[in-house]
């Protein structure tokens, strides 16, 4: 298994440019999660799915939009960059679970908006 | 409003010196505390998940216990490649695990 794996591992992108960042997981999750980290702080939730067709805002969703279409992938599309959104981004999966499953994380996406 | 905050910041220690990081957490429910290990450059690894008061678990060199308002990741005679940044989150919400993440505390074991 590859886990869950992200593309590209790192982007620059001019002010105003759009970009797509790349997640799949093999494990068949239902659950997937992208979360932003800026320097020396911790991970905060952008969006998740609990399914396929299932999306739903997390902590930090503006400027970010999300699609499912597959159990497999899980996408993160920026429109209209902005110095604001230079991070690190990390997709993370889990099982269906309420309670207390681990969540695997990909190997991460450094961004710089300039 | 969920929060967790973890101290100290950064901590460098001896090799074999050992030390405690603290994780504080104010969260409407519990649902569970977990710890997760991040090298530079690479994703955060589960390290362990607590889900009540007075639970603890071990895994070689480190143990984490929980109380109603903290966790503390204890580290026992430390060596070099424990050298990493310790996230502490709390998961918040029924279904999917959203989890809030304190900012980290950056180890570094000096041989």
């Known amino acids: 298994n590859a886990g869950v794996t992200q593309t590209p591992k790192f982007r620059i992108l001019k002010i105003g440019q759009s970009m797509t960042l790349q997640c799949a997981q093999d494990m068949n999750h239902n659950y997937m999660y992208w979360y932003r980290q800026d320097p020396g702080m911790g991970l905060k939730l952008i969006y998740y799915s609990v399914g396929a067709g299932i999306t739903d805002k997390g902590e930090v969703p503006n400027g970010y939009n999300v699609s499912r279409s597959t159990t497999e992938d899980f996408p993160l599309r920026l429109e209209l960059a902005a110095p604001s959104q230079t991070s690190v981004y990390f997709c993370a999966s889990s099982y269906s679970t309420s309670r207390g499953n681990e969540q695997f994380f990909g190997p991460g996406t450094r961004l710089t908006v300039l | 409003e969920d929060q967790v905050t973890q101290s100290p910041e950064a901590l460098r220690l001896q090799e074999g010196e050992s030390s405690s990081l603290n994780c504080s957490y104010t969260v409407s429910g519990l649902r569970g505390l977990f710890w997760y290990r991040q090298d530079p450059g690479k994703g955060p690894e589960f390290l362990f998940t607590l889900y009540s008061a007075g639970e603890e678990k071990e895994k070689e060199r480190l143990k984490a216990t929980l109380t109603k308002k903290e966790s503390f990741l204890h580290i026992t005679a430390p060596k070099p490649e424990d050298s990493a940044t310790y996230l502490c989150?709390?998961?918040?919400?029924?279904?999917?695990?959203?989890?809030?993440f304190g900012q980290g505390t950056r180890l570094t074991i000096n041989p």
């Open positions: 989150a709390v998961q918040v919400g029924q279904g999917a695990q959203k989890l809030v």
